[in-house]
């Protein structure tokens, strides 16, 4: 069985400050990773994923993400955060089978 | 290009009804899979269709039950709903059933049983 755990739940930062959102994974095979971003009372949009080759994977929006498989882990960083970063964000993991496996989500608001 | 479509966008029922939800799939795309969505947390695996087929479920009872039609659209059914089928319920389709492809979502059905 596959899971996720998104370390935080809330994170508030100021406009211009770096960010890290943090996700841990566990899967007994391989696995595919995914960002997606959730703004208020829409859908959910993939930012990145992680497939194979180079852990360091960059994304929309100036968001990228490197693959950890030692520490089962997929963090997601952007450098300088706008107001429009504001959103709920969801990292996801799924194996060959097909069905995607969701965290609870960590809810980023940028304050001016 | 249409994206992924839903309807109806909002729902309200009583404890007990049945319910009915739609989705059209991205354009390409021939798989579509069906998530559950509570406030505040990720969402959770109903089911995945697939060639008109239901290929993969997720721990949700007998009582969600779904369709795919032959232009890969799909409904959801909920019988006998509880209060806590209240949720935001999340079609995503996806090029193909492996999990290389990434699921684009459509904005969602919000479904309330008072």
């Known amino acids: 069985a596959q899971s996720v755990t998104q370390l935080d739940s809330q994170v508030p930062v100021f406009e211009e400050a770096p960010v890290e959102l943090r996700c841990n994974y566990s899967?007994?095979?391989?696995?595919?990773l995914f960002w997606y971003v959730q703004y208020p009372n829409q859908g959910l949009q993939l930012l990145l994923k992680?497939?194979?080759?180079?852990?360091l994977v960059k994304g929309i929006n100036g968001f990228e993400a490197e693959f950890n498989k030692s520490q089962t882990s997929f963090h997601l960083r952007k450098p300088s955060v706008h107001i429009s970063d504001t959103a709920e964000y969801f990292c996801?993991?799924?194996?060959?089978?097909?069905?995607?496996?969701f965290g609870d989500g960590t809810t980023l608001t940028v304050k001016p | 290009d249409a994206g992924v479509t839903q309807s109806p966008t909002h729902l309200i029922k009583t404890r007990g009804q049945q319910v009915t939800l739609r989705c059209s799939p991205k354009?390409?795309?021939?798989?579509v899979s069906w998530y559950q969505q509570a406030l505040g947390q990720g969402p959770q695996f109903i089911f995945q269709?697939?060639?008109?087929?239901?290929?993969q479920r997720g721990n949700f009872p007998d009582r969600f039950s779904g369709h795919q039609f032959p232009n890969y659209s799909s409904e959801l059914n909920v019988n006998a709903l509880l209060l806590g089928d209240s949720a935001l319920y999340l079609c995503?389709?996806?090029?193909?059933?492996?999990?290389?492809?990434?699921?684009?979502f459509g904005n969602g059905t919000r479904l309330t049983v008072t």
């Open positions: 995503a389709s996806s090029g193909s059933g492996t999990g290389r492809s990434p699921l684009h």
């Open positions: 899967s007994s095979v391989s696995v595919y």
């Open positions: 992680y497939l194979s080759g180079s852990t």
């Open positions: 996801a993991v799924s194996e060959d089978a097909g069905k995607s496996t």
């Open positions: 354009s390409g795309h021939d798989t």
């Open positions: 269709y697939y060639e008109e087929e239901e290929r």
